[in-house]
């Protein structure tokens, strides 16, 4: 008869015991996982930063230190160069808008014009001799050669002070608003001497 001392049952019972056991697994620690989370998120930060810079930086539009001083008289509109992309401009930008600050002693309308194919020297009252088209630059390819005019006109006598221009365009699929051009512009309408 066996007993609870039988060392061949101990030996069967203590086998068939550790077999049912699962085996002991070390526990994983959660900060590597979160290592790895912290540095995927700092990489699409990064990734995320650099696309919308790259999206929002075609380059700066070329300027120039100098301002333009024109006159001119009541009710002849006066054309006045503010921009103008050189033969080596290398580069075509859909035109979204141009905006113009202008300060004077009464009112004057400003409107920026692209001139397609031409520039004039720097103030005209005719600019259809020198430019192939003359459009609202909105929604307009501007490239080498073109320039942005400003038409500038007034029912009264004025002086006018006109900031430099900005334009917003898109190059490729990146976009931006830059400033371009003339330092400035000065502009005296007197009156025309008709009676």
Avoid at 32 to 41: A, E, G, K, N, Y
Avoid at 119 to 146: H, R
Avoid at 169 to 180: K, V
Wanted: aromatic share 6%; with cysteine.
């Amino acid at each position: 008869m066996r007993g609870a001392a039988d060392p061949a049952h101990y030996a069967a019972d203590m086998a068939r015991d550790t077999a049912l056991e699962p085996p002991t697994l070390p526990h994983p620690t959660t900060r590597p996982r979160t290592l790895r989370w912290l540095v995927l998120v700092a990489v699409v930060l990064v990734l995320g930063a650099w696309l919308a810079w790259f999206l929002r930086s075609p380059g700066a539009l070329p300027t120039e230190d100098r301002s333009v001083t024109a006159s001119g008289v009541v009710g002849t509109p006066l054309y006045v160069r503010a921009f103008s992309a050189p033969s080596d401009f290398g580069r075509t930008l859909h035109v979204s808008g141009v905006k113009v600050h202008t300060e004077a002693s009464a009112d004057v309308t400003v409107t920026p014009l692209l001139c397609t194919g031409g520039s004039i020297n720097d103030v005209t009252t005719a600019p259809e001799q020198f430019c192939d088209d003359l459009a609202n630059p909105e929604g307009k390819d501007l490239a080498a050669g073109d320039s942005i005019l400003l038409e500038i006109q007034a029912d009264q006598p004025v002086e006018a002070h006109i900031d430099r221009l900005s334009i917003g365009f898109r190059q490729d699929i990146r976009s931006a608003t830059e400033p371009a051009g003339v330092a400035g512009v000065d502009v005296t309408l007197a009156a025309s001497g008709k009676s």
